[in-house]
């Protein structure tokens, strides 16, 4: 067995573990792609992943382009449905325009339109100027070059999808050394566990990794859509149920509103426009108000219990038969939202009704595209299973440090509420769940994972060098990066 | 004065004015951070960038670009020794490592194919010997579904036969030894079945844990309260009024305390006039001849009596004043001569006696004519010269033969007296 030092046993204050090398790190998500150097411990880019398309193919990417209404301009995303990248091409662009607009030095204007080129040398029979273009191209066609880049991925990432990474970072950049880590891996470093169960909430996915000792347990990686996405479906849902309908006008379609009253239609002047924006764009600002929505009201049944399920709150001497969880919360102040158009309104028990659906399967608002949930893709389930998949011995500690982490899961009350019902299925067990209480720590929990895991003075070994592709070629990163 | 070479409010005299007007109160000054003079600052460090290896232990000669403090003497170490402080920790697992020839001749195995062993080896040297990632990681395509225990056991077994080689086991030192133990005594089943039951008691219910949490608590408890609950319990013995003993009952528990007790009472008690203790059977004098040896009619009884004595031990030694019957057992005369029990209540005579002596001694009188007399009276009684087998019982009826033997004698000698006398006084009378 290997004699490594114990997991337990702190290092000493002279063993400084960081040798910053200055590497990149990179991790794209479906809804945001964040990049920064290791070492620092936020992200200094971070750009939405969505993307505007105009007709002439042209491709706009980052948030100054994107929220920007223009009339022909579609707005796109490089990901599918279930998290793993199907456009490769703008995909690439978009990481590297992630790393080039804020990190790395602007690239030098080509010669062809610097202006120093553009009297002096004789012109040749098509009047071009003879420049000096073998330096400046190799400056301007890699501007990864220097650095080392480190970049994560989602568990269950298809091993083709991973080779055509390290093929864009190593033949399309240049970089002189890479590695890819998975995500669930390195919100946990960003933690300093080596042992633990990541939940990672995210926009389009929410995923499950059991990591043991550094590790990832490949069987334990599971995935459902309850995420970010799924529970601004949710929110429409509720919307439309109630009566009247709740008006949802996203910010470029409001040119001045005034304020009214509670629940009266508002009285705002909107924007005309001659070409009106395209629907994807429309859907993307409405999903913008829907993130404020979900930040200030939405909040969880913090349990114990479903929120349909009979109240154990002493509090409440009334313990008729019918009593439930929901009459506790019905009692509770509903919590005010207004539109950006000035339409606002009270929610009381909607607000915990939509994110019900996360934990229990029978409380979800159906939609169209999806009428009913199955029971396995709730959250408490999806732990199960995934625990189910690992050694017996290894459960216990794994409860013990569950980490939440992830932007959709700084939802209010989230984790008391995976808490208690995991402590609920698994009594015996000491059940922890660990949420770290600063919310761009766990936003970008991955991407501070990656920063630790770029700094650290052991993890050079690690690195697939640029030489080691050239002889193995792309297969490597099935080898070396697990 | 300090050299602050920022600028800042010069602070506000005080106007000399004339005694009439009151004077201003000097303001009171900001607190300035005071930078140190430049000169006591002195250099700051300088840093260079460089190419470096990145670590030791690569195959390639990958270069990193780092920041390092410049060197302040004049030699620059082209390599820096920061990868070597990092190189102790890149530690590899210790894994067996055979060839084809080894492997054919120590290492078969029925399920185990060379290619599964060989990938087995591979993946616990990738997985850091770590077992849980070892078995999630394993999927060997031919294989059938090996589980955490058969992996484990083929790689104890592997590892065991090739520290075996590698050392034999006569020269091996105790902790390889022992590590050779361990994996050699490694019993898939064992484990398996411990994973059950680790996993039937994860999964126990609430009212399980709920119950054993309160007993816990209770036992916890308890033995917190046990030393005040001590201290109480005397405090109330003491309150109560019973006998103190002022010596130490402790001395007499064991069985050859109470057996000495019982001797030293037994002795005291003899001197005294009357005595009121009865010597029982077990009186202590330890004799050659335990129970079952002495003579007796019958043996039928022998192993109740036999285990008797030893099952009630010493206590019965001590006996009520008020039983007649010294025999632990009450014995009806039936069974007192069934079983052959006599109860000896004479004084026996110190040294050794033999019982054939009761039944050979009477015989022999002072004189040899006396002898010859009572020989010749008990040869016409057709009491036998030798009786074998001096049995309580004919010794009693010897003794009685042997008193009305000298009744009769005593008769005869007062008969011929009597005659002679008779026959004196006949002459007498006659002359």
């Known amino acids: 067995m290997a004699s490594a030092m114990p997991p337990t046993q702190a290092p000493a204050n002279a063993e400084y573990a960081g040798d910053e090398i200055n590497a990149l790190v990179l991790d794209p998500g479906s809804y945001t792609t964040r990049a920064g150097f290791a070492g620092e411990d936020t992200p200094k880019s971070v750009v939405p992943t969505s993307y505007g398309s105009l007709p002439s193919g042209e491709r706009l990417f980052g948030e100054n382009a994107i929220h920007l209404p223009r009339p022909d301009m579609e707005i796109r995303n490089p990901y599918n449905s279930d998290g793993i990248v199907e456009d490769w091409d703008t995909a690439a662009r978009l990481w590297e325009y992630s790393i080039t607009s804020r990190l790395t030095g602007a690239k030098q204007t080509p010669p062809t339109r610097n202006g120093l080129n553009d009297r002096t040398g004789p012109r040749d029979e098509n009047g071009d100027v003879e420049m000096e273009m073998e330096q400046a191209e190799d400056q301007q066609e890699q501007p990864l070059a220097e650095f080392p880049l480190l970049m994560s991925e989602a568990p269950w990432n298809p091993t083709k ?62 995935h459902t859509h309850l995420a970010g996405s799924w529970l601004n479906s949710q929110i429409r849902a509720m919307f439309a149920t109630l009566s009247p309908p709740v008006p949802l006008v996203p910010h470029y379609m409001v040119q001045s509103k ?16 001659s070409k009106p924006p395209t629907a994807s764009f429309r859907q993307l600002e409405e999903d913008r108000v829907l993130t404020s929505f979900k930040e200030s009201v939405v909040q969880a049944w913090q349990g114990p219990g479903r929120l349909d399920s009979p109240s154990t709150n002493n509090a409440n001497n009334n313990s008729s038969a019918g009593y439930t969880n929901v009459d506790y919360a019905k009692g509770l102040p509903p919590k005010p939202f207004e539109m950006p158009d000035g339409w606002n309104s009270v929610f009381g028990i909607e607000r915990f009704k939509v994110a019900e659906g996360l934990f229990d399967h029978r409380a979800a608002y159906p939609t169209p595209t999806q009428p009913e949930l199955k029971g396995e893709s709730t959250l408490p389930s999806l732990l199960s299973r995934s625990l189910q998949a690992c050694d017996v011995e290894t459960r216990a500690p794994l409860l013990n440090n569950v980490i939440l982490t992830g932007a959709g899961s700084l939802i209010e009350k989230l984790p008391e509420r995976l808490q208690s019902d995991l402590q609920t299925m698994f009594p015996n067990p000491k059940v922890r769940v660990l949420a770290n209480s600063s919310a761009p720590e766990r936003k970008f929990g991955s991407w501070v994972g990656g920063s630790v895991l770029g700094s650290l003075g052991t993890f050079h070994q690690m690195w697939v060098s640029r030489q080691e592709y050239g002889e193995f070629g792309a297969g490597i990163v099935e080898k070396r990066c697990k | 004065m300090d050299i602050d070479p920022a600028p800042g409010p010069e602070p ?161 030192t105790a902790p390889e030894y022992t590590l050779y133990e361990t994996l050699s005594n490694f019993n898939p ?60 009952g402790y001395q007499y528990t064991t069985s050859q305390a109470l057996t000495q007790l019982w001797q030293q009472l037994l002795a005291a008690d003899r001197m005294k006039k009357n005595q009121r203790l009865r010597p029982t059977g077990y009186d202590g004098f330890p004799t050659a001849t335990p129970i079952s040896a002495r003579p007796r009619d019958s043996n039928a009884g022998l192993p109740d009596s036999a285990t008797m004595p030893g099952r009630r031990g010493t206590r019965d030694s001590l006996p009520s004043a008020a039983s007649q019957n010294a025999l632990p057992v009450d014995l009806s005369k039936a069974d007192l001569q069934r079983f052959g029990v006599v109860q000896n209540q004479d004084k026996l005579p110190g040294g050794v006696t033999f019982a054939s002596d009761k039944l050979s001694k009477p015989r022999i009188a002072k004189s040899t004519i006396q002898t010859d007399k009572i020989a010749t009276i008990l040869q016409h009684a057709g009491v036998p010269e030798l009786i074998p087998l001096p049995t309580p019982a004919v010794v009693e009826q010897f003794d009685s033969i042997m008193s009305k033997v000298h009744a009769l004698l005593d008769m005869r000698k007062l008969k011929d007296k009597e005659e002679q006398e008779l026959k004196v006084r006949e002459a007498e009378a006659g002359q």
């Not at chain 1, 470093?189 to 000792?213: C, F, I, M, P």
């Not at chain 2, 007993?215 to 005397?234: F, G």
Request: charged share 25%; hydrophobic share 30%.
């Open chain 1, 161 to 222: 999808a991973r080779e055509k990474t390290m093929e864009i970072a190593m033949e399309e950049w240049g970089v002189p050394a890479f590695f890819l880590a998975k995500t669930g891996q390195l919100a946990a470093y960003s933690q300093g566990k080596a042992t633990a169960l990541v939940v990672d909430v995210g926009h389009r996915n929410t995923s499950v990794t059991a990591l043991w000792e550094g590790m990832v347990l490949r069987k334990s990686i599971f």
């Open chain 1, 258 to 273: 005034q304020p009214v009253d509670a629940n009266t239609p508002s009285a705002a002047t909107y924007t005309t426009f």
């Open chain 2, 12 to 172: 506000a005299q005080p106007q000399p004015r004339s005694t009439a007007l009151p004077r201003e109160a000097p303001r009171p000054q900001p607190k300035r951070f005071k930078k140190t003079s430049i000169r006591s600052r002195g250099r700051s460090a300088r840093w260079i960038s460089r190419e470096s290896a990145a670590a030791t232990g690569r195959a390639d000669n990958l270069q990193f670009r780092r920041w390092r403090p410049a060197p302040t003497t004049g030699t620059d170490s082209t390599d820096s020794p920061i990868p070597d402080k990092f190189a102790r920790y890149n530690v590899k697992p210790e894994v067996p490592v055979y060839d084809n020839e080894t492997y054919e001749k120590h290492l078969i195995h029925q399920e185990w194919t060379k290619e599964e062993t060989d990938h087995l080896v591979e993946i616990y040297r990738e997985c850091n010997g770590k077992w849980p990632v070892i078995t999630d990681h394993y999927s060997f395509a031919d294989g059938p579904n090996r589980s955490m225990e058969d992996l484990k056991s083929r790689f104890y077994s592997v590892s065991a036969a090739i520290l075996q080689l590698n050392t034999p086991i006569t020269s091996m």
């Open chain 2, 189 to 248: 089943k064992q484990e398996a079945s411990r994973k059950q039951l680790a996993e039937g008691h994860l999964y126990r219910k609430q009212n399980e844990v709920d119950e054993e949490s309160v007993l816990l608590s209770e036992l916890q408890r308890i033995m917190l309260s046990q030393a005040t609950i001590d201290t109480e319990r005397e405090e109330l013995r003491r309150r109560l009024d019973y006998p103190h003993a002022n010596t130490n």
